[in-house]
């Protein structure tokens, strides 16, 4: 099992703050999870492809395996600004 964290509008899109993701092999990588979380939760899956990911405080490549004992974090993309400048 794999606890999925939610940030920004991905808590709003999700209605959670994490997830458990049940998967049926014990390693999964950073892709493989995301398909999972798509299939479970399709409301995400516009989201996902712009996603970053993170595991123990660093970003984490989409072909990298996952510790199962950390949880998968993701990030939803910033933009913004005041839209004025100083």
Sequence with gaps: M??????????????????????EQASLTVDEALELLRQQMPGLAEHLPRVACAQADQLVRRDQPLDPEQPLVLLPPVSGGCGRQA
């Design 2 to 23: 794999l606890v999925v964290e939610f940030y920004g509008v991905l808590q709003q899109v999700a209605g959670a703050k994490s997830l458990k993701l049940e998967a």
